[in-house]
């Protein structure tokens, strides 16, 4: 333009001198960065000037050729040759205007960029000629030319960014020759390439293939190209940066962005093949073939991509998944620090390889010492040194993969010994080099070898020494700085905190001239006895350690405590025994300290010999009492430093093994005394030890002897408040088991009248005492019972006597002079008081001596209550008075009368106080027959009347006795029983109504007689009666039930109690049904007798208590047991069609629990029976056991392990029942079934006033949990349930000791092991309980599983397999052990765990009874021990079927095969054969010499025949026979083809003792007949190699497939039909072992 600046279009783009836009090499308008014009001046794009931080306009230097100046990088430079800075205050750069780009030096020359000298940088040159090149990004990029043979140049550049380039060649004067424009494509970036794969991350096996992935995604842009190295350019150490040599690439070598290559161990290239999966990934696939290390080289523009090379360790072709780990050392539990873990391996079907161990301590830097050890062909003994305590991992490893069960989780005991050692010191913390370091270490009284060790960047010289006082102090001196290890172990485990790591720095200088000293110990005032301090400050003295030594007055040498506070400072402290100068002198790393050594006078201080002890704690101590004694220090001297020492000893004083030191609760009482308080759980000898400032006073320690707890340790019910009838009699059981010897003493008294009832003790067994009483008169009554004069807990007790009602309640009353009887003329007086008696009548009548009938005149004063009565006697003699009440006799009537006279009335008869009957005054033979009082003599219907007649006084005579029911006078039979003091009176009603009963003496009435008494209905208890009883045997896991009628027992309530064979306590819960009667059941403890008492309102029922013998209960009762089918089949069928079995269709089985069904093989006929289980998807196998119950019948137990859809294979012979495998599903416990008390410690605990039971209901599903508690009086207990998370948290709130009933329910069903039952005590307000065996069965041993183990039989070398589920147990550890009970050899018992599960496999090899012993952490589980008897062989064990070419032949059409009876000696031998379609034939036995035996038949059909050889009607070893007939002679001519698939071998031994079992293993595919002809079969073993196999016999519908397993896996069968695969082909079968 005019203005001599480029034209500019509307956007910045420079115009050409038409003003159109100017046009790069690509097409597009150029458009200006910065331009700078002719004066300097810096424009932006926009053409406006720039302006710089500083707000000013921008100029840039020029040139000589008046060109602006640029810098190296392109950037535009100011007059002073430095960066021009723009408004941003970064560097201005020069946009793609190239025209100001560049200018000409002095010498004509282009000026290009400028050196950091400010000088200009030469472009370029070639010739007569320059290059410039500019980037995308308009900065110069260097180049090379290079001038050519033939005068041409070359120019080589390395542009570093993808984009457009143009390259200027510029001539000697400076005008452009040329503008070449280029585009640069992306480079691949090798660093942003990232690897990955199995070959990478897992596991590389030999002969296995393998792979890698190569990730080029960020790489750059793509698509690239990947490709191996040839295999010459890897011999020759052709890869760029891998190996030492650089020799050349193969000429074939292939020219990729990627290039790969993997290196075997002996530089060897593998070969490899490499697949682009597109979207930049690459899948690189080879196959080592040699085991060892071996490299992944991958290389991307001659760089090594990020990791590589990768090292590859390639492993030997083993199967970790066939590895079996047992021993003590990869248990859960079971392991001590200090002692080694110890585990074995057991290879010997894995195939090749190597055990790896590797052990992870809870210290990272902690080593655990791990020894392999290969013992024999696959067994490796494996053994670390777990010397911390914690928990630690095991990962075993073989052939670089872990086998199963691996990860083992170990929790590694403490040593209790070690963790009585204390090490302290900054020695074990920080140090310095070259200088000593120390710690102390304190043993505490513990027992072993203490060994101290140092480890670290140099070795160190270690020197113990001895305190004196127990300790020991440990010094060490390293020579390097640097982190080092400290070990202290005792036996083998590292103590506390160990070990540890102390930091050792360079040694510095300390200057012991800055340490200062302080403290009493120092002054004036120092005294014997007591504990004088002194303080050293050397904070400011730089590293080093303190040394004191303090000496008495007669030279002794002082012990001292120095306590090294690691700030710098230490506190000494030691206690003078001698009055006089000390002599003190402290040193400090090996200097005197400021002051030192000091001279301290010490005065006359403390005696301990003064401390005077005393109290009842030291002279009559019990048990579960807080014991009191006192120690008095007035009178020894200052201090205040008193300690107490209490633990159990033995009969000879030595201190217990693993005894509790009790608890002391020490407390100043003021003026030097203390009181002490302990209280010992247990009674027997303990050893008290006082010390006052660290010395015992005189008769100290001194031992102790802890008696019983008395009275707190004796257990009763609660029976405060109790309320009874009147007359009652009640008992009550009190425990004094846990009192100790001593004095129990029981009285009851009247609370109103102040008299004492009578009380009777009775002993019971194990220290029981039954405690009975019959309180008299209403109200309360104080019972007091102690022990040793110490009121037992909560007594004394007060209950109550309700007071009589009715006719109970009336009494004769004196009149105002004291008199029972006043005379009023002819008139006889007296008072009855009916105060207390209710509304009712009162009558009365009086008969004379001859029999009249004088009637009594009442008349009743309503305001007092009181009764007046009289009559006119008539008649002197005995007069008979009876008085009624509505109805009843009054207490005391009927009574009798003497009148002689009006004056002279003598009363006799009526109720004395004893009870013991009335006896009539005058002297008669007949007066001094004694008989009780019958009036008011109460007998309930169904009871027979007993009446005691007592002949001592009166001497022998003839006593008669009449009995009549009054309403139907008819005679009720009667019996005389002769008893030692003379007769017995036996009366039998049977019909409710008062009856006479007329007693006789030598012909005359008894005073009295007739006697009158009345039958009631039965109420109460008595009218109780037992309706239904128990049933035995039972089922397993089924209550003891009985039906209760109470239909006429009026108001009250059933409670039972239960005793089992142990005598422990079982919960008895009752039930009302909707017919009123009341269903009473509880759990049966083990098989034996069970005592059942049933009480309504505290009355024994009839019958009761009951012995209840209790037989077959197992624990096992969480099961599903299936009953057979109805026969769906001809029930003749034979084989597999005929086996009878259960209609699993739509059959729910819960996890956890057992399905049991029966198999009836009546109708199959000989054969053997495979039952197998699986879990459909996960393919994990269940536990089956299958057991023979009688000829023809099998029971069969199958415990799934997951939920899911299970496959339950059932075979007979090797072919599958029709519809096997069956399918069955399997659901996560629901509903009350799966609520459980929580398996942790937190699962019972005391919480305020009350217990907390936590519940799990996490897996139950909807649904409501209610609770229920009673109490030892049968009240209910305060109960709430509350919601925790998945948790709900129930509390009882007890408030009286005794044994607690807890019902838990989930949505109105009992959760299992509900009711719970817990014993309550109350200590000093504070709640104690105890877990009954009810709620132990809910943990540990009692949750363990097992079939019954009751029918065991076996013969020598049959083995049983035994599945037990420990799933429910929580933490623990199984044991199993079996003895031979006769001989006392123990039997081998293999292990199997697959996760909570066990297989116990048992073989015995003598005959004998056997014990089987299954404990969980030292328990036995429900029915363990188990005994079983083993036998020996039967004769029929000792046959067997001969093998071999020799023993079988053909010849026209028939088979004969040969077995021998030799061992058994002569027998019946048969045989009967079924054919391939379960038709049975009978075939011909022949005998041979030596006891040897032809068995032959004539085939029908090809395929697989079994042959069923019996000896004395018992199936002989090898039977039955499996004979696959191949083909069958065509007409007269040709031969059998034929295989002996299954027999007894005896080709491997001698003497038929070592045999071995041939098998084939046999299928049946549906493969239909029209295929058979051009079918052909492969298999394939676990470990990829080829099994022998072979088509068998074929049927309209199938195909037998034969094959011979090595060893058990998933073998894979590939079934082709002209060459392809048979559709459904290849199939998996699993082979569970020979």
Same mark, same amino acid.
């Given at each position: 333009?005019?203005?001599?600046?480029?034209?500019?279009?509307?956007?910045?783009?420079?115009?050409?001198?038409?003003?159109?836009?100017?046009?790069?090499?690509?097409?597009?308008?150029?458009?200006?960065?910065?331009?700078?014009?002719?004066?300097?001046?810096?424009?932006?794009?926009?053409?406006?000037?720039?302006?710089?931080?500083?707000?000013?306009?921008?100029?840039?230097?020029?040139?000589?050729?008046?060109?602006?100046?640029?810098?190296?990088?392109?950037?535009?430079?100011?007059?002073?040759?430095?960066?021009?800075?723009?408004?941003?205050?970064?560097?201005?750069?020069?946009?793609?205007?190239?025209?100001?780009?560049?200018?000409?030096?002095?010498?004509?020359?282009?000026?290009?960029?400028?050196?950091?000298?400010?000088?200009?940088?030469?472009?370029?040159?070639?010739?007569?000629?320059?290059?410039?090149?500019?980037?995308?990004?308009?900065?110069?990029?260097?180049?090379?030319?290079?001038?050519?043979?033939?005068?041409?140049?070359?120019?080589?550049?390395?542009?570093?960014?993808?984009?457009?380039?143009?390259?200027?060649?510029?001539?000697?004067?400076?005008?452009?020759?040329?503008?070449?424009?280029?585009?640069?494509?992306?480079?691949?970036?090798?660093?942003? #390439?990232?690897?990955?794969?199995?070959?990478?991350?897992?596991?590389?096996?030999?002969?296995?293939?393998?792979?890698?992935?190569?990730?080029?995604?960020?790489?750059?842009?793509?698509?690239?190209?990947?490709?191996?190295?040839?295999?010459?350019?890897?011999?020759?150490?052709?890869?760029?940066?891998?190996?030492?040599?650089?020799?050349?690439?193969?000429?074939?070598?292939?020219? !990729?962005?990627?290039?790969?290559?993997?290196?075997?161990?002996?530089?060897?290239?593998?070969?490899?093949?490499?697949?682009?999966?597109?979207?930049?990934?690459?899948?690189? $696939?080879?196959?080592?073939?040699?085991?060892?290390?071996?490299?992944?080289?991958?290389?991307?523009?001659?760089?090594?991509?990020?990791?590589?090379?990768?090292?590859?360790?390639?492993?030997?072709?083993? /199967?970790?998944?066939?590895?079996?780990?047992?021993?003590?050392?990869?248990?859960?539990?079971?392991?001590?620090?200090?002692?080694?873990?110890?585990?074995?391996?057991?290879?010997?079907?894995?195939?090749?390889?190597?055990?790896?161990?590797?052990?992870?301590?809870?210290?990272?830097?902690?080593?655990?010492?791990?020894?392999?050890?290969?013992?024999?062909?696959?067994?490796?003994?494996?053994?670390?040194?777990?010397?911390?305590? @914690?928990?630690?991992?095991?990962? &075993?490893?073989?052939?670089?993969?872990?086998?199963?069960?691996?990860?083992?989780?170990?929790?590694?005991?403490?040593?209790?010994?070690?963790?009585?050692?204390?090490?302290?010191?900054?020695?074990?913390?920080?140090?310095?080099?070259?200088?000593?370091?120390?710690?102390?270490?304190?043993?505490?009284?513990?027992?072993?070898?203490?060994?101290?060790?140092?480890?670290?960047?140099?070795?160190?010289?270690?020197?113990?020494?001895?305190?004196?006082?127990?300790?020991?102090?440990?010094?060490?001196?390293?020579?390097?700085?640097?982190?080092?290890?400290?070990?202290?172990?005792?036996?083998?485990?590292?103590?506390?905190?160990?070990?540890?790591?102390? +930091?050792?720095?360079?040694?510095?200088?300390?200057?012991?001239?800055?340490?200062?000293?302080?403290?009493?110990?120092?002054?004036?005032?120092?005294?014997?006895?007591?504990?004088?301090?002194?303080?050293?400050?050397?904070?400011?003295?730089?590293?080093?350690?303190?040394?004191?030594?303090?000496?008495?007055?007669?030279?002794?040498?002082?012990?001292?405590?120095?306590?090294?506070?690691?700030?710098?400072?230490?506190?000494?402290?030691?206690?003078?025994?001698?009055?006089?100068?000390?002599?003190?002198?402290?040193?400090?790393?090996?200097?005197?300290?400021?002051?030192?050594?000091?001279?301290?006078?010490?005065?006359?201080?403390?005696?301990?010999?003064?401390?005077?002890?005393?109290?009842?704690?030291?002279?009559?101590?019990?048990?579960?009492?807080?014991?009191?004694?006192?120690?008095?220090?007035?009178?020894?001297?200052?201090?205040?430093?008193?300690?107490?020492?209490?633990?159990?000893?033995?009969?000879?004083?030595?201190?217990?093994?693993?005894?509790?030191?009790?608890?002391?609760?020490?407390?100043?009482?003021?003026?030097?005394?203390?009181?002490?308080?302990?209280?010992?759980?247990?009674?027997?000898?303990?050893?008290? /030890?006082?010390?006052?400032?660290? =010395?015992?006073?005189?008769?100290?320690? $001194?031992?102790?002897?802890?008696?019983?707890?008395?009275?707190?340790?004796?257990?009763?019910?609660?029976?405060?408040?109790?309320?009874?009838?009147?007359?009652?009699?009640?008992?009550?059981?009190?425990?004094?088991?846990?009192?100790?010897?001593?004095?129990?003493?029981?009285?009851?008294?009247?609370?109103?009248?102040?008299?004492?009832?009578?009380?009777?003790?009775?002993?019971?067994?194990?220290?029981?005492?039954?405690?009975?009483?019959?309180?008299?008169?209403?109200?309360?009554?104080?019972?007091?019972?102690?022990?040793?004069?110490?009121?037992?807990?909560?007594?004394?007790?007060?209950?109550?006597?309700?007071?009589?009602?009715?006719?109970?309640?009336?009494?004769?009353?004196?009149?105002?002079?004291?008199?029972?009887?006043?005379?009023?003329?002819?008139?006889?007086?007296?008072?009855?008081?009916?105060?207390?008696?209710?509304?009712?009548?009162?009558?009365?009548?009086?008969?004379?001596?001859?029999?009249?009938?004088?009637?009594?005149?009442?008349?009743?004063?309503?305001?007092?209550?009181?009764?007046?009565?009289?009559?006119?006697?008539?008649?002197?003699?005995?007069?008979?008075?009876?008085?009624?009440?509505?109805?009843?006799?009054?207490?005391?009537?009927?009574?009798?009368?003497?009148?002689? @006279?009006?004056?002279?009335?003598?009363?006799?008869?009526?109720?004395?106080?004893?009870?013991?009957?009335?006896?009539?005054?005058?002297?008669?033979?007949?007066?001094?027959?004694?008989?009780?009082?019958?009036?008011?003599?109460?007998?309930?219907?169904?009871?027979?009347?007993?009446?005691?007649?007592?002949?001592?006084?009166?001497?022998?005579? &003839?006593?008669?006795?009449?009995?009549?029911?009054?309403?139907?006078? $008819?005679?009720?039979?009667?019996?005389?029983?002769?008893?030692?003091?003379?007769?017995?009176?036996?009366?039998?009603?049977?019909?409710?109504?008062?009856?006479?009963?007329?007693?006789?003496?030598?012909?005359?009435?008894?005073?009295?007689?007739?006697?009158?008494?009345?039958?009631?209905?039965?109420?109460?208890?008595?009218?109780?009666?037992?309706?239904?009883?128990?049933?035995?045997?039972?089922?397993?896991?089924?209550?003891?039930?009985?039906?209760?009628?109470?239909?006429?027992?009026?108001?009250? $309530?059933?409670?039972?109690?239960?005793?089992?064979?142990?005598?422990?306590?079982?919960?008895?819960?009752?039930?009302?049904?909707?017919?009123?009667?009341?269903?009473?059941?509880?759990?049966?403890?083990?098989?034996?007798?069970?005592?059942?008492?049933?009480?309504?309102?505290?009355?024994?029922?009839?019958?009761?208590?009951?012995?209840?013998?209790?037989?077959? &209960?197992?624990?096992?009762?969480?099961?599903?047991?299936?009953?057979?089918?109805?026969?769906?089949?001809?029930?003749?069928?034979?084989?597999?069609?005929?086996?009878?079995?259960?209609?699993?269709?739509?059959?729910?089985?819960?996890?956890?629990?057992?399905?049991?069904?029966?198999?009836?093989?009546?109708?199959?006929?000989?054969?053997?029976?495979?039952?197998?289980?699986?879990?459909?998807?996960?393919?994990?196998?269940?536990?089956?056991?299958?057991?023979?119950?009688?000829?023809?019948?099998?029971?069969?137990?199958?415990?799934?392990?997951?939920?899911?859809?299970?496959?339950?294979?059932?075979?007979?012979?090797?072919?599958?029942?029709?519809?096997?495998?069956?399918?069955?599903?399997?659901?996560?416990?629901?509903?009350?079934?799966?609520?459980?008390?929580?398996?942790?410690?937190?699962?019972? =605990?005391?919480?305020?006033?009350?217990?907390?039971?936590?519940?799990?209901?996490?897996?139950?599903?909807?649904?409501?949990?209610?609770?229920?508690?009673?109490?030892?009086?049968?009240?209910?207990?305060?109960?709430?349930?509350?919601?925790?998370?998945?948790?709900?948290?129930?509390?009882?709130?007890? !408030?009286?000791? @005794?044994?607690?009933?807890?019902?838990?329910?989930?949505?109105?069903? +009992?959760?299992?092991?509900?009711?719970?039952?817990?014993?309550?005590?109350?200590?000093?307000?504070?709640?104690?309980?105890?877990?009954?065996?009810?709620?132990?069965?809910?943990?540990?041993?009692?949750?363990?599983?097992?079939?019954?183990?009751?029918?065991?039989?076996?013969?020598?070398? +049959?083995?049983?397999?035994?599945?037990?589920?420990?799933?429910?147990?929580?933490?623990?550890?199984?044991?199993?052990?079996?003895?031979?009970?006769?001989?006392?050899?123990?039997?081998?018992?293999?292990?199997?765990?697959?996760?909570?599960?066990?297989?116990?496999?048992?073989?015995?090899?003598?005959?004998?009874?056997?014990?089987?012993?299954?404990?969980?952490?030292?328990?036995?589980?429900?029915?363990?021990?188990?005994?079983?008897?083993?036998?020996?062989?039967?004769?029929?064990?000792?046959?067997?079927?001969?093998?071999?070419?020799?023993? #079988?032949?053909?010849?026209?059409?028939?088979?004969?095969?040969?077995?021998? !009876?030799?061992?058994?000696?002569?027998?019946?031998?048969?045989?009967?054969?079924?054919?391939?379609?379960?038709?049975?034939?009978?075939?011909?036995?022949?005998?041979?010499?030596?006891?040897?035996?032809?068995?032959?038949?004539?085939?029908?059909?090809?395929?697989?025949?079994?042959?069923?050889?019996?000896?004395?009607?018992?199936?002989?070893?090898?039977?039955?026979?499996?004979?696959?007939?191949?083909?069958?002679?065509? @007409?007269?001519?040709?031969?059998?083809?034929?295989?002996?698939?299954?027999?007894?071998?005896?080709?491997?031994?001698?003497?038929?003792?070592?045999?071995?079992?041939?098998?084939?293993?046999?299928?049946?595919?549906?493969?239909?007949?029209?295929?058979?002809?051009?079918?052909?079969?492969?298999?394939?073993?676990?470990?990829?190699?080829?099994?022998?196999?072979?088509?068998?016999?074929?049927?309209?519908?199938? #195909?037998?497939?034969?094959?011979?397993?090595?060893?058990?896996?998933?073998?894979?069968?590939?079934?082709?039909?002209?060459?392809?695969?048979?559709?459904?082909?290849?199939?998996?079968?699993?082979?569970?072992?020979?």
């Amino acid at each position: 333009g005019p203005d001599g600046n480029p034209l500019r279009g509307p956007g910045g783009e420079l115009l050409d001198e038409n003003g159109n836009p100017l046009i790069d090499a690509n097409g597009k308008p150029v458009k200006p960065g910065t331009t700078v014009g002719p004066d300097g001046t810096v424009y932006g794009p926009d053409g406006n000037p720039l302006l710089g931080p500083d707000g000013k306009p921008l100029k840039a230097g020029l040139g000589p050729d008046g060109n602006p100046l640029v810098g190296p990088d392109g950037s535009l430079l100011g007059p002073d040759g430095k960066p021009l800075l723009g408004p941003d205050g970064k560097p201005i750069g020069p946009g793609n205007d190239r025209t100001h780009a560049t200018g000409l030096g002095p010498d004509g020359k282009p000026l290009g960029p400028l050196g950091a000298d400010g000088k200009p940088l030469p472009v370029e040159e070639g010739g007569d000629m320059t290059v410039m090149c500019v980037g995308p990004n308009g900065e110069l990029v260097p180049v090379e030319v290079i001038e050519n043979p033939d005068g041409t140049y070359s120019v080589r550049s390395a542009p570093g960014m993808e984009g457009d380039y143009v390259a200027d060649i510029i001539g000697p004067d400076g005008k452009k020759l040329a503008s070449i424009p280029f585009h640069v494509e992306p480079q691949i970036d090798a660093s942003k #390439i990232k690897l990955g794969g199995d070959s990478i991350d897992g596991i590389v096996k030999k002969d296995r293939p393998t792979s890698f992935e190569i990730d080029t995604s960020d790489a750059g842009k793509g698509p690239f190209t990947a490709s191996p190295y040839e295999p010459d350019t890897v011999r020759n150490g052709g890869i760029p940066g891998i190996g030492d040599r650089n020799g050349p690439k193969s000429p074939n070598e292939e020219d !990729t962005d990627v290039k790969i290559a993997v290196i075997g161990p002996n530089g060897e290239p593998v070969d490899c093949t490499v697949v682009d999966k597109g979207d930049g990934l690459f899948d690189v $696939q080879y196959k080592p073939s040699k085991e060892g290390p071996h490299k992944v080289v991958v290389i991307a523009n001659d760089d090594l991509v990020p990791g590589a090379p990768v090292p590859v360790n390639v492993f030997p072709n083993g /199967d970790a998944s066939k590895c079996k780990a047992s021993g003590p050392g990869i248990e859960p539990k079971g392991l001590m620090a200090g002692k080694p873990g110890t585990f074995k391996i057991d290879a010997q079907r894995a195939g090749d390889g190597d055990v790896e161990v590797i052990v992870t301590s809870p210290n990272p830097k902690f080593d655990a010492n791990v020894k392999v050890t290969k013992r024999g062909q696959g067994i490796f003994d494996c053994e670390y040194n777990p010397s911390m305590k @914690g928990p630690y991992e095991v990962r &075993v490893l073989f052939a670089g993969e872990e086998i199963p069960g691996s990860t083992f989780g170990v929790n590694v005991a403490p040593n209790p010994n070690a963790e009585k050692v204390n090490v302290s010191g900054k020695g074990l913390k920080k140090g310095y080099a070259k200088k000593p370091n120390k710690f102390i270490v304190e043993p505490n009284g513990a027992e072993g070898a203490l060994n101290f060790d140092v480890e670290g960047p140099s070795k160190c010289d270690i020197d113990v020494q001895d305190n004196g006082d127990g300790t020991v102090t440990v010094v060490y001196t390293p020579q390097e700085a640097g982190e080092y290890t400290v070990n202290v172990t005792l036996d083998g485990a590292q103590v506390p905190n160990g070990p540890f790591y102390p +930091q050792i720095e360079e040694p510095q200088p300390s200057d012991a001239s800055k340490v200062k000293l302080s403290g009493n110990g120092i002054g004036n005032n120092v005294k014997t006895g007591v504990p004088a301090t002194i303080k050293i400050d050397a904070s400011e003295a730089g590293p080093g350690d303190v040394a004191i030594n303090i000496k008495g007055p007669n030279g002794s040498k002082v012990p001292v405590k120095i306590k090294d506070n690691e700030d710098g400072t230490y506190d000494v402290t030691f206690i003078p025994e001698d009055v006089g100068n000390h002599n003190i002198d402290v040193k400090f790393d090996g200097s005197k300290v400021p002051g030192a050594p000091l001279t301290v006078p010490v005065k006359p201080g403390i005696d301990a010999n003064k401390v005077k002890c005393s109290g009842d704690g030291l002279t009559n101590p019990k048990a579960k009492h807080d014991n009191q004694f006192t120690i008095d220090t007035s009178a020894a001297g200052p201090g205040d430093d008193v300690t107490v020492e209490i633990i159990p000893i033995d009969k000879n004083g030595n201190p217990l093994t693993g005894g509790r030191r009790i608890p002391v609760d020490i407390k100043d009482l003021g003026n030097g005394v203390k009181s002490c308080v302990f209280n010992p759980d247990e009674e027997g000898p303990y050893l008290v /030890d006082v010390k006052f400032c660290g =010395k015992n006073p005189k008769e100290f320690p $001194q031992a102790i002897v802890v008696r019983g707890p008395g009275a707190q340790g004796c257990l009763l019910p609660n029976i405060n408040g109790l309320e009874i009838e009147p007359d009652q009699e009640i008992t009550i059981p009190v425990d004094i088991s846990g009192a100790g010897p001593g004095n129990f003493t029981v009285t009851c008294i009247n609370d109103t009248t102040g008299e004492q009832d009578t009380v009777r003790v009775i002993d019971g067994p194990n220290l029981m005492k039954n405690v009975t009483m019959k309180p008299t008169g209403a109200g309360p009554h104080t019972i007091t019972m102690t022990f040793d004069d110490e009121d037992l807990p909560g007594g004394p007790f007060t209950i109550a006597v309700k007071k009589p009602v009715g006719a109970d309640a009336c009494s004769m009353k004196p009149s105002k002079d004291g008199k029972l009887f006043t005379a009023d003329g002819d008139f006889l007086q007296f008072l009855i008081d009916l105060s207390s008696a209710g509304p009712g009548n009162l009558t009365g009548i009086a008969k004379t001596p001859s029999g009249k009938t004088i009637s009594i005149e009442i008349e009743v004063d309503k305001e007092t209550g009181l009764a007046h009565l009289k009559f006119q006697p008539t008649e002197k003699g005995i007069h008979l008075i009876n008085l009624l009440f509505n109805g009843h006799p009054i207490p005391g009537c009927p009574f009798e009368m003497d009148i002689q @006279g009006p004056a002279n009335v003598t009363m006799n008869g009526g109720k004395p106080k004893d009870g013991s009957g009335s006896v009539c005054l005058d002297l008669e033979p007949r007066s001094l027959v004694v008989v009780p009082n019958l009036v008011n003599c109460k007998v309930v219907r169904g009871q027979d009347m007993r009446i005691p007649i007592d002949l001592t006084f009166s001497g022998d005579g &003839v006593v008669e006795v009449t009995c009549i029911h009054d309403s139907s006078l $008819q005679h009720v039979p009667c019996k005389l029983i002769d008893t030692p003091n003379g007769k017995e009176v036996q009366v039998s009603p049977k019909e409710p109504g008062w009856y006479t009963v007329h007693l006789k003496f030598n012909g005359e009435n008894l005073p009295g007689s007739p006697y009158k008494f009345e039958v009631k209905e039965p109420t109460g208890a008595d009218a109780c009666r037992i309706k239904r009883g128990p049933k035995s045997p039972l089922k397993d896991g089924d209550d003891v039930t009985l039906i209760i009628d109470v239909s006429k027992a009026g108001e009250g $309530q059933l409670l039972g109690t239960c005793k089992g064979p142990d005598s422990s306590n079982i919960p008895v819960k009752t039930k009302e049904l909707d017919n009123g009667d009341i269903e009473v059941f509880f759990k049966p403890k083990g098989d034996g007798d069970h005592t059942l008492d049933l009480q309504f309102n505290n009355r024994s029922i009839p019958g009761c208590p009951a012995v209840i013998n209790i037989r077959h &209960v197992t624990a096992d009762s969480m099961g599903v047991v299936l009953e057979l089918a109805p026969w769906e089949v001809d029930a003749s069928a034979k084989g597999a069609k005929g086996v009878r079995h259960p209609n699993f269709d739509q059959i729910m089985v819960q996890l956890n629990q057992t399905m049991k069904f029966p198999l009836d093989l009546s109708a199959s006929g000989p054969g053997n029976v495979e039952v197998s289980c699986m879990h459909e998807k996960s393919k994990q196998p269940c536990p089956v056991t299958v057991i023979p119950t009688k000829q023809g019948a099998l029971e069969v137990s199958v415990k799934p392990l997951e939920t899911g859809m299970h496959l339950l294979h059932i075979t007979f012979n090797g072919v599958d029942l029709p519809k096997s495998p069956f399918r069955f599903n399997v659901e996560s416990p629901s509903g009350a079934n799966a609520v459980t008390l929580k398996k942790n410690a937190s699962a019972v =605990k005391v919480v305020k006033d009350g217990v907390q039971f936590a519940i799990d209901c996490s897996r139950a599903g909807p649904g409501v949990l209610t609770a229920a508690c009673t109490g030892p009086d049968g009240q209910l207990v305060p109960c709430e349930c509350k919601k925790s998370g998945s948790d709900q948290l129930i509390t009882i709130k007890p !408030t009286v000791p @005794g044994l607690h009933i807890l019902e838990v329910m989930w949505d109105g069903q +009992q959760i299992p092991g509900s009711p719970i039952e817990i014993m309550i005590n109350m200590q000093d307000g504070r709640i104690v309980y105890e877990l009954c065996d009810i709620l132990l069965m809910l943990m540990g041993a009692f949750t363990v599983r097992t079939p019954d183990l009751s029918n065991i039989q076996l013969e020598i070398n +049959q083995f049983i397999r035994i599945p037990i589920d420990c799933r429910l147990a929580g933490p623990g550890k199984l044991q199993v052990t079996c003895k031979n009970e006769d001989t006392g050899t123990a039997i081998d018992c293999e292990m199997k765990k697959t996760g909570d599960m066990y297989e116990i496999t048992i073989k015995p090899t003598d005959p004998g009874k056997h014990a089987l012993n299954i404990m969980w952490d030292g328990k036995h589980i429900p029915g363990s021990p188990a005994y079983f008897t083993v036998k020996g062989p039967a004769p029929a064990r000792l046959c067997y079927i001969l093998s071999g070419a020799d023993h #079988i032949k053909c010849s026209k059409g028939s088979i004969s095969f040969r077995c021998t !009876t030799k061992e058994a000696g002569k027998g019946e031998l048969t045989a009967v054969g079924v054919d391939p379609f379960g038709k049975q034939f009978e075939c011909q036995v022949t005998e041979e010499p030596d006891l040897t035996y032809a068995i032959a038949f004539k085939p029908e059909v090809p395929g697989v025949h079994n042959v069923d050889v019996k000896y004395n009607g018992l199936s002989i070893n090898g039977s039955p026979a499996l004979i696959d007939i191949k083909s069958l002679p065509q @007409g007269d001519e040709g031969g059998i083809s034929l295989e002996l698939i299954s027999c007894r071998d005896t080709t491997a031994g001698s003497g038929g003792t070592e045999t071995q079992v041939q098998q084939k293993a046999t299928i049946t595919l549906p493969i239909p007949k029209k295929d058979h002809s051009g079918l052909s079969v492969t298999c394939k073993g676990p470990d990829g190699s080829d099994i022998n196999c072979q088509l068998g016999a074929g049927t309209d519908t199938g #195909i037998n497939i034969l094959f011979e397993p090595k060893s058990g896996g998933k073998h894979t069968l590939t079934v082709q039909l002209n060459g392809n695969n048979y559709p459904g082909t290849p199939v998996d079968v699993e082979v569970q072992g020979l």
